[in-house]
Structures are given as C-alpha cells and as structure tokens.
C-alpha cells in the first residue's frame, strides 16, 4: 500500500490567484495523478503526473491552467493558476502502488479549495 | 472510452442488515480491474474490495463481496451485516490500461 499526505488540507482564495498543492508518498511510485471532485460530484482525472516529463492531461484541462511538477518518484505538485469560483472543488492525489495484479491507486486526503 | 454507471444515486440500509450498491460499465478491453472505493464524510478515499477480470470467483473482503458479472459488465457490492460506520459515498471504479474511471457514487445510508 502506499500513504499519501497532501498540502494544505483546505484553502480560502480571492480569484485571480493561484494555490500550489503538494503532495507527498510515503515510498518510491512510478505513476501519479490528480484529480478533481466538484461538490456533490464523482472524481474526475485531471492529468498524470509523469516523473521527468511534461504531465499528460484530459480532455477539458490545459497546462497553463494546471501545472503539474513531478521532480521524483514519491512528490507531486497541482497549481491552480488564475483561480475563479469554478475552480472551488475537492483535489485529490493518487498514486499507483503494488505489484503486478496488487496494484491498485491510493488516495491522499484531498485539498477543499474555496475560491471567493 | 471505459464508463461507469451507477444507477442509484441514494439507497438506506438498516443497521445489522445486508444492502447490495450496483454497478454496470463498458469497456472493449479484455484484461482490467475493478474497485470498489468509500468516501466518509471525511472525504478520504478508502479502498473496499477489489475484482481482476480474469478471475471467475468473486472477491470478497470480510462483510464486503461482489458478485461479478463478466458477460452482463456488471459488478455489484454487498455489505452484510451493516453497520453506522458503513455510512459513505461508495463508488465504483474501473481500470485497464488508464487511470481509475469513476461512476458517479451511491450515497449509503444506515438507520440505527
């Protein structure tokens, strides 16, 4: 299994800002992600997180609206950049852990972003 | 592109008795998993039971089991026994050779 711990654990935010999530695991894994839950909602992937690489996002999100770090094997970071009341939602890290048929994506506690 | 539906949006299940949450998803792969997650109030996503496609024998993890329908793509979860702290979100999640698809979540009420 893998733990995973996120920062902060809840923001307020004016619009128009930008807020930098972390995310850290507890041992080495090869595949990250980040995903969104609006309120109410199911989760939705936003991008994997690839080490050493430029993230691989979905449909519906662009870079230079969530920028992905992934300097190494057990850290990630989501920037919400140029934030607006849209944007105010649950984010979640998962990460990949296990091996071969035990694989299975674990989840950190989310970050609840309020953007005002 | 894989989906997953879940088509009960609320269900209510008194304590100490059993409650099924159903689950049907499309997919053309041949070869993936599936999950059963929990979401508390606390929002921390807690893995329930998982099922390999391969496998004909359904997964079963203490009070938790599926019944796992390959032909029908359907996947249901049993909770025997309910209990208070059974009380969630529950969603249900598919994975071949991308990240987790999530069906839209069963709310989970027990009544003591």
């Known amino acids: 299994s893998a733990v995973i711990s996120q920062k902060p654990s809840r923001d307020i935010c004016q619009r128009g800002t930008s807020l930098t999530i972390q995310c850290q695991v507890d041992s080495q894994v090869t595949m990250m992600f980040w995903y969104r839950q609006q309120p109410g909602q199911s989760l939705t992937l936003i991008a994997t997180a690839n080490q050493g690489s430029e993230a691989t996002y979905e449909s519906g999100f662009v870079i230079d609206k969530f920028p992905i770090s992934r300097p190494n094997l057990t850290f990630s970071t989501l920037t919400v950049s140029n934030m607006s009341p849209e944007d105010s939602s649950i984010y979640l890290c998962?990460?990949?852990?296990?091996?071969?048929?035990?694989?299975?994506?674990?989840f950190g506690p989310g970050t609840r972003l309020l953007v005002l | 592109a894989q989906t997953v539906t879940q088509s009960q949006p609320e269900m209510s299940v008194q304590e100490a008795e059993t409650v099924t949450l159903s689950c049907t998803y499309d997919?053309?792969?041949?070869?993936?998993?599936l999950f059963w997650y929990k979401q508390p109030p606390s929002r921390q996503m807690i893995l329930v039971i998982r099922q390999e496609a391969y496998k004909q024998q359904n997964a079963t993890e203490n009070r938790f089991s599926v019944n796992f329908q390959k032909a029908a793509k359907s996947f249901s979860l049993k909770i025997s026994d309910s209990q208070l702290g059974d009380a969630a979100m529950y969603f249900c999640?598919?994975?071949?050779?991308?990240?987790?698809?999530f069906g839209k979540g069963t709310r989970l009420s027990v009544i003591a």
């Open positions: 999640a598919f994975s071949g050779n991308t990240p987790l698809v």
């Open positions: 997919t053309s792969e041949s070869d993936y998993y």
């Open positions: 998962s990460a990949l852990a296990g091996q071969g048929a035990r694989e299975t994506q674990y």
